[in-house]
C-alpha cells in the first residue's frame, strides 16, 4: 500500500504553516476514471497515458489565494473501488470539507450507473463532515467521438444528487483549476454561512472547517 509520505506525491508544499486556512479534499471515484491523472494535472501541471492504478491512498498539497486568503489544500488521491467496499479509505473521509465525485464520460457501466453514483454519495453522507461540500465531475471529456454519457445526463445526475457539476478533462486541461477553485469557494462560502448562523454543530469541534495541520487525521495502515 502507497504511505502518505511516498515521494511520487512529492510533500515539499506540505511543511509550509503560512495559510490562512486548509482544507482537505478527497478525490473518490471508480478505478480507472482518472482520479490520479485529474490530480496530477492540478498540482503538477503533467499528465500521462499509461494507467498505473492507484494502490491504498495519499495525497498532494497545493497551496493557492482564493477571496483573499492563502488556503493550503491538501488533496487525497483515493484508489478506485466500488462504493461501499473501501472501509480504508472510509477512514479518510474524517475531517474532509470537500469532494470530487469522479465519473469517466466513456464508461457507462463501470463509472456512472445510478445506483453506484448514490453509494458514493452516501458514503460521503456517513463518513465525512455534514457540510462537507461534493462536485461531480464528468472526466474524459476531451473523448467525445467514444462518449456514452451525455453532458445532460451528467447534469441530471448532479441535481438528482444536489452537486454542482462539471466536466472536465485531466489530459487536455479542460475545467480542472476550474473544478477546484469553485468546491474551494463553496466550502468558504458554507464557512461562512456556518459562522453567521453560529450552529454549535458546524463551528464546534467535530470536524471544523480551519482544519490545521495538527487535525489532520494520521496515515493509517490497513488491510486492503
Ligand atoms: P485508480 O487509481 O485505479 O482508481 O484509477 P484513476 O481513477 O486514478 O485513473 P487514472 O488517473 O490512473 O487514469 C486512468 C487512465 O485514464 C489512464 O490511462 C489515464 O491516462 C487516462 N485518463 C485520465 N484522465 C483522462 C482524460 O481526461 N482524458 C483521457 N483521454 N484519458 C484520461
Ligand atoms: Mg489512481
Keep these: 500500500m502507497a504511505s502518505a509520505t511516498d515521494s511520487r506525491y512529492g510533500q515539499k508544499e506540505s511543511s509550509d504553516q503560512n495559510f490562512d486556512y486548509m482544507f482537505k479534499i478527497l478525490i473518490i471515484g471508480n478505478s480507472s476514471v482518472g482520479k490520479t ?104 471529456c476531451d473523448m467525445e467521438d467514444e462518449r456514452v454519457v451525455s453532458s445532460e445526463r451528467g447534469r441530471q445526475l448532479a441535481d438528482h444528487l444536489g452537486f454542482e457539476f462539471f466536466e472536465a478533462s485531466a489530459k487536455d486541461n479542460i475545467n480542472v483549476k476550474q473544478t477546484f477553485e469553485r468546491l474551494v469557494d463553496v466550502i468558504c462560502e458554507k464557512m461562512s454561512e456556518s459562522l453567521d448562523t453560529a450552529d454549535p454543530a458546524v463551528t464546534g469541534a467535530k470536524q471544523g472547517p480551519q482544519l490545521s495541520d495538527q487535525q489532520v487525521p494520521p496515515h493509517q495502515d490497513c488491510a486492503c
Aim: aromatic share 18%.
Design 37 to 140: 491523472s485529474f490530480l496530477f494535472r492540478y498540482a503538477d501541471d503533467s499528465f500521462t497515458p499509461a494507467f498505473v492504478s492507484t494502490v491504498g491512498i495519499d495525497f498532494k498539497v497545493k497551496t493557492i489565494y482564493r477571496n483573499d486568503k492563502r488556503i493550503k489544500l491538501q488533496i487525497w488521491d483515493t484508489a478506485g473501488q466500488d462504493a461501499g467496499t473501501g472501509p480504508c479509505t472510509t477512514a479518510y473521509y474524517r475531517g474532509a470539507m470537500g469532494f470530487i465525485l469522479m465519473y469517466d464520460n466513456h464508461q457507462w457501466r463501470k463509472s456512472f450507473q445510478w445506483p453506484k453514483s448514490r453509494d458514493w454519495s452516501t458514503q460521503i453522507k456517513t463518513y465525512s463532515w455534514d457540510n462537507a461540500q461534493v462536485l461531480l465531475v464528468g472526466n474524459k
